[in-house]
Structure formats: C-alpha cells, structure tokens
C-alpha cells in the first residue's frame, strides 16, 4: 500500500531557527509536493519535486529518490512560516491512495515563536 | 502562474438548506478538478474527482446525491451541499491539475469553511 509519513508531527522553534521537515514513502513516485495550510485553512502548493532540489526563498526542499525520502527546510524562520506543512505523493503505482492520485501525510503543525 | 480561485470562503447556513461553493482555474483550463473535505486536525479526504463534460466520480462513502457535483466548463467546478446538516460542518477544499506545473502538478483553492446551524 502506498504511504506517506511525516515526522515530526509537531515542532515549536524559535524565531530565527533552522527547521527541518521529514517525508518518507513507501515505494516509487512521480512527484513530490509540499504545501503549506494556514491557520485560516487555505493551501498553497509550496514545492513539486521528481529529484534533487529546489529553492524558493528561505524555503528549500530536497528529494532522495533512492531513499525514498523528501526533506522540508525553512532557513531563519518567522513566525509567519506557523503553519501545517504537508507532504504528498503522487505514486507511479496507484494503490491505496486517492482517484487523485496523491497520498498526504497527516502533516507537520509548526509555531515559531518570537 | 497557475491559480485557483474558490468562493465563497466562509459560510453559514441554516439546517435544510443547500450550499453551492464554485471552484474556478482563473488562468488555465482545468480538465480535472477534485473535491476534498477537512476535519480540524486531520489531512485531506477526497470526496469526488470532477471531470469537465462528464459526471462526477465519487469516493467510497460519499452520498453523491448530497454531494452535488458540476463542471460545465474548462474553468468552472462547483460542489452543491444539499440539505445541509450541522454533521456537514466542515473545510472544504478544491484542487485542478494541471497548468503550468502540468500534470504531475496540482494547485489548491483557499478552501470553505462551511458552518450549518
């Protein structure tokens, strides 16, 4: 079956911060995507990742297409990145995920505080 | 870049009544649209994938005579919540494939927040 976790599942840094969120999946993908849920509900699409890495302001996100891994990273943080971060995947093998194809973590809650 | 527009963002209605929330690709045609509903601290669930022309496909457990589902054009899907009932209270979600990030690449409106009194 595919599946997505996330860890941690909650994470309170400090402004400033280095933060790092994890994604693993269980077998091969297409693509890869971070989003980011604000408190108000609405979802941005933040990253779609197939390999290596991408960078969009303090926002960097990696894919270790071997380890089946994906990584979250917000460099000096604030506390308007407080959000759920969430990881989707779009399996090659459709098997227990959504007619949409794409298999979501439970996400990560982050608070940065000042 | 690609964009997705959903109205309206929050609502509130009475018991009985239905709601419509329209989910519209403002800058690409969106052949595929897919429903979602979120409880609080949960991920998303799929409801429905809404194909344009074509009637909806709904997810096990989803009453699609409660759920109404329409994509008349390339643009526009709406989801119909009839009969509403406090149990339907809920964020409801849209999302089109599609675009610019093609079709691997999924972009999601701001979400409802739909209250039933």
């Known amino acids: 079956k595919n599946e997505v976790e996330q860890s941690p599942q909650n994470l309170t840094a400090q402004e400033g911060e280095f933060i790092t969120i994890n994604c693993s999946y269980s077998v091969g993908i297409s693509a890869l995507h971070w989003l980011q849920q604000h408190p108000g509900g609405g979802i941005v699409s933040l990253f779609m990742?197939?390999?290596g890495k991408k960078k969009h302001g303090r926002l960097i996100a990696t894919i270790n297409i071997q380890e089946k891994h994906s990584s979250l990273h917000i460099t000096a943080s604030h506390p308007r990145d407080s959000a759920v971060y969430i990881c989707a995947a779009l399996f090659q093998m459709y098997s227990g995920g959504g007619a949409d194809g794409l298999t979501f973590g439970k996400g990560t809650h982050l608070i940065i505080q000042p | 870049g690609a964009v997705v527009s959903q109205h309206p963002s929050r609502v509130i209605c009475k018991s009985g009544t239905s709601v419509k929330i329209e989910c519209r690709s403002l800058?690409?045609?969106?052949?595929?649209m897919f429903w979602y509903r979120q409880f609080p601290k949960q991920s998303l669930m799929l409801m429905a994938t809404s194909n344009e022309g074509s009637k909806a496909t709904y997810e096990q457990g989803v009453e699609k005579d409660k759920f109404l589902i329409n994509h008349a054009s390339l643009t526009l899907s709406t989801l119909t919540v009839t009969s509403a009932h406090p149990e339907d209270s809920s964020f409801y979600i849209c999302?089109?494939?599609?675009?610019?990030?093609?079709?691997?690449?999924?972009?999601f409106g701001s979400g409802t927040r739909l209250t039933v009194v």
């Open positions: 990742l197939s390999s």
């Open positions: 999302s089109a494939r599609g675009g610019l990030l093609g079709i691997h690449g999924y972009t």
């Open positions: 800058d690409f045609q969106a052949t595929t």
